[in-house]
């Protein structure tokens, strides 16, 4: 079974940004938050990644909330290039690694 | 740096024959995942290598095994096809294997396998 639940779509304007939410409600105190997105007929691409605190890099932000029961991925400024399937995932040491169906996130010109 | 190396691209067996997929992982990188992903299931773990030991294996028959050489390139072959296994077949690797700490995996661009 998932750990984590998405929408299985969304839209956003192109320019504008892209808030991704996902819920994690039975996450372990050690279990991070990865987010991968695949673009069509590729394979995934490692976007950001957190435990507990927010975190930010040149792809994108990842607000995790304080009782970490849920995440939201943060694209600042989607281009037509972000349209992919955005993956959420919750995940520990020898643990199987569970990629739900994600959110289909189509950025519209 | 060069990326994650998946050989053969593409590959059409027939039902009952078997198939060995290839996998090289990025210089220094010493753990190797293996996933297989269906229109119908979605992204499935196979199984993860790390320093030429398994350390975890998901929901697959015995059909499907794998193994990881010194130089961790790893291989992963399925028995006796069935029309089910077609599907891609993405490999990812991690610099080490994830025990209590967090690391990124970085994929392959896949392995499209078509059984007929």
């Known amino acids: 079974d998932a750990k984590t639940t998405q929408p299985p779509s969304m839209d956003c304007a192109e320019g504008r940004a892209a808030n991704l939410p996902c819920n994690h409600s039975?996450?372990?105190?050690?279990?991070?938050v990865y987010w991968y997105r695949q673009i069509h007929s590729q394979g995934p691409q490692y976007i950001i990644h957190?435990?507990?605190n927010n975190e930010t890099n040149e792809m994108a932000s990842l607000i995790i909330t304080e009782d970490r029961k849920s995440s939201t991925l943060i694209l600042p400024h989607a281009t037509l290039r972000d349209t992919a399937v955005y993956y959420c995932?919750?995940?520990?040491?020898?643990?199987?690694?569970?990629f739900g169906p994600g959110t289909s996130l189509s950025v519209i010109p | 740096k060069a990326g994650v190396t998946q050989t053969p691209r593409y590959l059409i067996k027939t039902r009952g024959q078997q198939v060995t997929l290839s996998c090289s992982p990025i210089?220094?990188?010493?753990?190797v995942s293996w996933y297989q992903q269906t229109p119908g299931q979605g992204l499935q773990f196979l199984f993860e290598?790390?320093?030429?030991?398994?350390?975890n294996k998901g929901n697959f028959p015995g059909r499907f095994s794998g193994r990881q050489f010194s130089n961790s390139r790893s291989e992963m072959n399925v028995s006796t096809l069935e029309l089910g296994d077609s599907a891609l077949y993405l490999c990812?690797?991690?610099?080490?294997?994830?025990?209590?700490?967090?690391?990124?995996?970085?994929f392959g661009q896949g392995t499209r396998l078509t059984v007929v």
């Open positions: 990812a690797s991690s610099l080490i294997a994830r025990q209590g700490g967090s690391t990124e995996a970085f």
């Open positions: 039975t996450i372990s105190g050690n279990e991070y």
């Open positions: 957190g435990l507990k």
């Open positions: 995932i919750a995940e520990t040491s020898y643990d199987k690694v569970i």
């Open positions: 210089s220094g990188h010493r753990s």
């Open positions: 290598y790390f320093s030429e030991t398994q350390r």
